[in-house]
């Protein structure tokens, strides 16, 4: 279910990652285990305690209606090589899976389907976007998720594991597994489960940018001098959003173009369509955010220059006013010699008469302006 050529013979290369935000994927244990679901005919079941990765393949190639899938919460470096090994996967993608730090992407290493994908979660009081990486592999008859930031598509801390939870149907491994009908469809059946309820996860997001948005506005209108901060970082976070979404966008696509050359189900196709439609609606919501928050922060930029010239006119109003003053008592303080007015009865009474006229003048002048 890919479009992209074998990539054996391909030059090592490294992809951008996007920025990481809010919470830090954190260290897992050793110890933490993963998940394995042997799956019948669409009807999961968990796998013997003692069940290996190799066990799974073999399962899973007893029979045409068999799959094997493999959950990672917290995915380590041995489980990757184990996993690696047992797969017998390309040295790049080994690197891959080991190193993270992906933007979306569809690769294909001989009859190995690879994935990257990644979720968003919006942290309302932080007014961020918690983004989460996910790889997945897919091959006849098994799929591999690995949580690479140690957290589930709703924020799970992947580290927070027991033996009884190992061996018991979970919350997040029943988001892949929920359907039976749908598994019947093989392993593409869980790549179609975790893209929906991404995508269906980027709506939460997008309420929330929503909310700060129109925050923003009534704050742009109301003076306050600290909007311009805000605006910026919520530019940002709508950015990253939109280069989360444009990727993905390019996955959906091609996994679309692989339809016909992966012989993919009808009804599993319909199903990716639709993930792709609610999808381009996501990210055309997104772009529209972006340009609106682009011209609140013109109208911002603009509404904090017209307060400025108030202020300056003000500013300059007052300087006149006081200019006449200053220049009438500075004349008279040179203290030249021949000087006649120094010495007039009422020449004193006439400089500050003065003074009080010219201001009086001038403010009325620039009150009338509505400079003041």
């Known amino acids: 279910m890919v479009t992209q050529e074998n990539k054996s013979t391909a030059a090592p290369r490294r992809l951008a990652p996007l920025r990481r935000r809010a919470a830090t994927a954190v260290q897992a244990p050793a110890d933490v285990p993963h998940l394995m679901r042997y799956v019948t005919d669409g009807h999961p079941a968990v796998a013997p305690q003692e ?40 040295p790049l993608l080994r690197e891959d899976l080991l190193h993270a730090h992906q933007r979306p992407k569809v690769d294909r290493y001989g009859d190995v389907l690879f994935l990257v994908v990644r979720s968003a979660r919006y942290i309302d009081e ?38 009884e939870e190992v061996m018991s149907s979970t919350r997040r491994e029943r988001t892949l597994l929920a359907d039976e009908n749908l598994l019947r469809l093989g392993p ?16 939460p997001v997008l309420h929330g940018l929503a909310v700060d948005k129109e925050q923003i506005e009534r704050q742009v209108f109301s003076g306050d001098a600290a909007v311009a901060e805000r605006i910026y970082r919520l530019s940002q976070e709508v950015i990253d959003m939109q280069h989360t979404t444009s990727s993905m966008t390019e996955v959906l696509e091609a996994l679309s173009a692989g339809f016909g050359k992966y012989e993919i189900p009808d009804q599993l196709q319909v199903y990716l369509e639709d993930v792709s439609d ?86 009325w002048v620039f009150k009338r302006s509505k400079w003041m």
């Open 188 to 203: 593409e059946a869980v790549v179609y489960r975790l893209l929906d309820a991404i995508v269906d996860g980027y709506v």
């Open 51 to 90: 069940a290996t990765v190799a066990d799974g393949l073999q399962f899973a190639s007893g029979a045409d209606d068999r799959m094997t899938m493999l959950f990672y919460p917290a995915p380590t470096p041995d489980a990757i090589t184990e996993l690696a090994d047992a797969w017998e996967l390309h």
């Open 278 to 363: 609610h999808l381009t609606r996501t990210h055309t919501k997104v772009g529209e955010y972006r340009e609106s928050l682009s011209q609140i922060l013109s109208v911002n930029s603009t509404l904090v220059a017209q307060r400025q010239n108030e202020d300056m006119k003000k500013i300059s109003g007052w300087a006149a006013i006081l200019f006449a003053p200053t220049l009438i008592g500075a004349i008279y303080g040179m203290n030249f010699d021949n000087m006649p007015e120094l010495h007039w009865t009422f020449g004193y009474p006439l400089a500050i008469g003065s003074m009080v006229a010219f201001a009086a003048i001038l403010y």
């Open 126 to 163: 932080d007014e961020d976007i918690d983004f989460a990486e996910f790889h997945m592999l897919v091959r006849p008859g098994a799929v591999a998720v690995l949580c690479q930031d140690k957290r589930w598509i709703d924020g799970t801390d992947g580290t927070d594991f027991d033996e």
